[in-house]
């Protein structure tokens, strides 16, 4: 395997988390370990993330929730449940929630790898439809990683810059915290980076944004003591992947 998948494997208890991991390891698969909710929705917002194998039961935050969650934020990241034999309630709202399958414990290796298996190749690495940020004649392309302003007038965007932009506008008005984009777009655990430097970064794009615009939109808005989030005026679009209008 070229690029190993990675999978984040949620699940509280120990030795059936590591059992998981152990069979996903074998397979040739790069595994990410949480023992509950919370660190576990962190570690699936990462980027890079192929699937992620939830369990219901979970402290912090329970299945359910991660799961709506990661609904939101990573619409088309592949997730399947772990679910205890017999309860199909269970079973069914993990469906309805996004779910993508679901395997019952107690399950084998060759069960679970082959649900793995299966989902994954039903979802090829969705690719994430284009999004498109603009105001008046400005276009921010996330696909391409650049900024159209005024004429053929292009800038482009780094890698983290895009993912910033991506990140704020999944989250469609609403405020992303600092720790979220620090998780989100560095992958940074428990804060090595000051959450400061994401301020640097926001500055720095917010000027490079601003000194394209052909009017004075707000790109980004600091909403105080909170965090960032993506200017009220803007309209995001999502496109077609390998769409094209050049
Ligand atoms: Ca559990």
Redo the contacts with the bound molecule.
Sequence with gaps: MANARTIVVI???DA?RRGIVDMLTIAGYETVEAADGEAGLTEAQRAGVSLVLL????PKMNGFEVLEELRRTRQSLPVIILTARGSEDDRIRGLRSGADDYVMKPFSARELLARVEAVLRRSPERPEPVLRISSGSTVVDCGRREICGQGSERAALSEMETDILKRLASMSGRCVSREELLSAVWGIRDGVVETRAIDMHITRLRQKLRSHSTDDVEWIVTVRGKGYMLGPQLNVTRGGEGEDQA
């Design positions: 699940e509280d208890e059936i369990d219901l039961l979970l």
